[in-house]
């Protein structure tokens, strides 16, 4: 029900005040939903502003509602933006290269 929603949207907004590394966030790139965050914690690691997403001060009510205005008004805007995280979080999740960073850890931890 969750994708279906989130496929329907034209946004996916996240306000929060702290964060860490919001599984949310990632799932909405994975599915080419454009995402809206406050700029906390981690999530800065997983969206750069204007690229794959965009990034706005937390407690900020007015930057936040012209970005959310701004991407629903720019469908081209919007469309690269989501294409742009797609590719990022597919990256970002790709077991093969995952589990050669583990390993290679492991051997550093090892060694």
Same mark, same amino acid.
Not at 50 to 69: C, E, M, R
């Given at each position: ?9 034209? $946004? ?6 702290? %964060?860490?590394?919001?599984?949310? *966030? @990632? %799932?909405?790139?994975? &599915?080419? $939903?454009?995402?809206? @965050? ?8 997983? $969206? ?22 701004? *991407? ?10 989501? %294409?742009?995280?797609?590719? $990022? ?8 290269? &995952?589990?050669? %960073? ?10």
């Amino acid at each position: 029900k969750l994708k279906n929603h989130l496929l329907d949207s034209d $946004v996916y907004v996240h306000p929060s005040y702290i %964060e860490n590394s919001p599984n949310s *966030i @990632c %799932e909405a790139q994975l &599915i080419g $939903v454009p995402v809206i @965050c406050t700029n906390v914690g981690g999530v800065s690691s997983l $969206v750069q502003h204007s690229f794959s997403g965009f990034l706005v001060p937390a407690n900020d009510p007015y930057q936040l509602s012209y970005s959310i205005k701004k *991407i629903t008004n720019d469908k081209l805007l919007a469309s690269r933006v989501s %294409e742009n995280a797609r590719k $990022v979080a597919i990256e970002r999740n790709n077991v093969k290269l &995952i589990l050669s %960073e583990l390993i290679n850890i492991y051997k550093s931890i090892i060694s």
